[in-house]
């Protein structure tokens, strides 16, 4: 009742009082610290709850919700003497927000160590929306970027080194190279030697893009126009227990001098241009990436022993696959093994059985990658190889993947059994159309641009047939896919002999590689749009050219590449280009893909 009582009295009191009077006495109140110097909690949560119910409709009002947004982000606040500007402080960076009346805003610039503030269209939008959450996330990511251990000299001298790799990252990205894809930019992803780099802006920091699928690809062309958006990764530092030696200057040369595999040459980590610092650059992986045991193990070599994350949640990779999709049930229990029913165009159905003891294995096991530290520019290459290369694994297994009803009385077109064996193969164990007979597809992921397909069957052999299956699970990128091209070929082979010749698979051979292909070709994916299906003859001959071994592309958009070294250089990857995207990119679809 005195409870009661008291809050009666405290509305009463303040009934006849504006929103702008009580604003200023909970913030009188929160002055008050406790005797261990903390704010009251209730006092702060009644602050945000009155700044979130005013309208900005003034100057005060304005500062006062931008003050709270800095408070919940661990950030400094203070008026300039003319109180038209207000600073959102850090210890490495500061953000200026110039004020009008009426609680207008006129700019905001952000402003990082040692450099002048530059205007930032991003946090102005959101600003002048009043989008205030959105721009505290904003301010979030900005602390995430600079959160660093340590004193300021400390953060200081780290976040140089940061800066000097983003330098050198930016010399390698434009470094010649061979072109192997007909789309300049899927090309820059899946075979530049750090992928497609992009600056940091407004506080962001640098990213760079390192895989897309085909699917991906598909999708982007068919709602945009323009290639989709890939995996990335951000160019980051992050505090670590040791000390690491870290450059302090650029480490290239200008121009850039290149070895044998067109790949620079760097300077020596000496005293004079490195600094032993308590931190690690980081690749900051987004979405996380699931990543086998024996690949972490290929990173630490790379990295000389500058690990990831430590205790990891180790699983069984397929499993770690489903709960990072959102489409999936993360509850379906493994130990079992689990079945997916997979939908395909014209009303067939394959059913996917991965046996949980099989996936159980320790070669298959893994642990979900949110960030890869390092210590060098140099490992960066190497190290989005193995991410390429695991991505290319994952991207096979989740093709499996879906989230389509099971139905007992369903009949199924194929029934498979996925197997692992090493840590890049797996099987593919079906039942061919007459029932009595089994055969096995054995899929070898060499790296993200090799794949290698063996199919055994029961009294027949064609190791033409293994490069044409080879070349459609390159293409797709799905193990449904290709075992759909895989049953309407050998649907007639198993009741007589097989002749010397097919002309069918010739035919569909003489596709793959340089045919151009009409509107009935096109593939079949569940939920893709399809993109125009013809090629011009223009197209044709720009797809030749593409994978000409003297076709070299250079990207002159930044200054730092205004010395690089032009000569033509060795290809650091020898292999004949698979051609995974060109044909899809200039909107030719195989037709195996049927």
């Known amino acids: 009742m005195k409870t009661r009582t008291l809050m009666s009295d405290l509305k009463s009191k303040y009934a006849d009082k504006s929103w702008n009077e009580t604003l200023q006495l909970v ?245 004079s241009c490195s600094e032993s610092l308590p931190a690690t650059f980081l690749l900051k992986l987004q979405p996380a990436l699931p990543m086998l045991m024996s690949f972490m193990e290929k990173i630490g070599k790379i990295t000389d022993g500058v690990m990831a994350e430590k205790h990891l949640q180790v699983e069984p990779l397929p499993q770690l696959l489903m709960k990072t999709n959102t489409k999936q049930n993360s509850k379906i229990s493994w130990t079992d093994g689990v079945q997916f029913a997979v939908p395909l165009p014209a009303s067939e159905y394959h059913s996917y059985v991965f046996p949980g003891a099989e996936w159980g294995r320790e070669s298959w096991k893994g642990a979900l990658i949110h960030t890869v530290p390092f210590s060098h520019p140099g490992h960066v290459p190497a190290l989005l190889e193995v991410l390429r290369h695991q991505s290319a694994i994952n991207i096979l297994l989740a093709s499996c993947f879906t989230d389509h009803h099971l139905d007992a009385g369903l009949q199924y077109d194929l029934r498979c059994e996925v197997l692992p064996e090493s840590d890049h193969c797996l099987s593919v164990t079906f039942s061919l159309d007459d029932g009595n007979h089994l055969a096995v597809l054995q899929v070898t992921v060499v790296d993200s641009h090799q794949m290698s397909c063996g199919l055994l069957m029961p009294d027949f052999v064609d190791h033409n047939l293994d490069d044409y299956v080879s070349r459609v699970l390159v293409r797709c990128m799905s193990i449904p896919i290709t075992m759909r091209a895989i049953r309407r070929k050998v649907s007639g082979l198993i009741a007589g002999p097989v002749p010397e010749a097919d002309p069918e698979l010739t035919t569909a051979m003489d596709i793959i590689t340089s045919a151009p292909l009409s509107d009935e070709s096109a593939p079949d994916f569940p939920g893709a749009v399809e993109p125009p299906a013809s090629v011009s003859h223009e197209a044709a001959e720009e797809e030749a050219m593409a994978t000409s071994p003297g076709y070299y592309v250079m990207s002159v958009a930044s200054p730092l590449a205004d010395n690089a070294n032009t000569e033509a250089v060795a290809d650091p990857s020898p292999c004949v280009s698979l051609g995974v995207y060109s044909h899809w990119v200039t909107g030719g679809l195989p037709a195996e893909l049927l």
Do not use: W
């Open 27 to 271: 913030r009188r109140c929160m002055e008050k610290t406790k005797g261990d110097g903390r704010v009251s909690e209730p006092i702060t949560r009644c602050l945000e709850k009155i700044n979130e119910a005013l309208n900005v409709s003034s100057m005060t009002t304005m500062v006062s919700r931008l003050e709270m947004i800095a408070k919940q982000r661990g950030l400094g606040s203070h008026l300039s003497p003319t109180e038209t500007v207000c600073y959102l402080t850090a210890d490495l960076f500061y953000i200026e927000v110039v004020l009008l009346p009426g609680g207008r805003v006129e700019d905001v610039r952000a402003a990082h160590h040692g450099e002048p503030p530059v205007s930032s269209p991003s946090l102005l939008q959101l600003l002048r929306m009043k989008k205030f959450h959105e721009f505290s996330l904003k301010l979030d990511d900005l602390v995430s970027f600079y959160n660093i251990q340590g004193d300021s000299d400390v953060k200081v001298k780290i976040f140089s080194a940061l800066r000097h790799l983003e330098t050198d990252l930016f010399k390698i990205s434009h470094l010649p190279r061979s072109l192997r894809e007909s789309d300049l930019h899927v090309d820059l992803i899946m075979n530049g030697r750090i992928g497609n780099v992009q600056p940091g802006r407004d506080g962001a920091p640098m990213t760079i893009e390192y895989y897309i699928s085909p699917l991906d690809v598909l999708m982007g062309l068919s709602d945009t126009g323009v290639v989709g958006v890939g995996r990335v990764a951000l160019v980051m530092v992050g505090s670590s227990d040791t000390s690491h030696r870290l450059q302090m200057e650029s480490l290239i040369s200008s121009p850039p001098q290149v070895d044998s595999f067109g790949f620079p040459v760097f300077e020596p980590l000496t005293d």
